[in-house]
């Protein structure tokens, strides 16, 4: 059974940085691309950024280039998000992701909010 677990979200100034966490267990974690997502209330969930499951390849939204950068840990089945220079429009909720034949698992997610 698929679980995703985030963590390390807050509240954090403009200007500031965060890394959020996910956690996964219950498939071959280094198979597959991993992803980050987010949705504000009201709003369609929007894709952050993927990896593959090697780790070599990532991609992001324009939105957070040169600001975000997901990574990962295939020996403890750990995907991160490091984003930096955070701005009042990244608040949201952060959802992590895995798609598999058959399956679209997600997190229960975190929430990140940047306000003064």
């Known amino acids: 059974q698929v679980q995703l677990v985030e963590s390390g979200g807050g509240l954090v100034q403009p200007g500031g940085s965060l890394r959020l966490s996910c956690a996964a267990s219950?498939?071959?974690?280094?198979?597959?691309?991993m992803s980050w997502y987010r949705q504000i209330p009201g709003k369609e969930r929007e894709l952050v950024a993927f990896i593959s499951g090697g780790g070599l390849t990532a991609i992001y939204t324009d939105s957070v280039k040169g600001r975000f950068t997901i990574s990962r840990d295939n020996t403890k089945n750990m995907v991160y998000l490091q984003m930096n220079s955070l701005k009042p429009e990244d608040t949201a909720v952060y959802y992590c992701?895995?798609?598999?034949?058959?399956?679209?698992?997600w997190g229960q997610g975190t929430q990140v909010t940047v306000s003064y």
């Open positions: 992701n895995v798609r598999r034949i058959g399956d679209n698992s």
């Open positions: 219950g498939f071959t974690f280094s198979a597959y691309v």
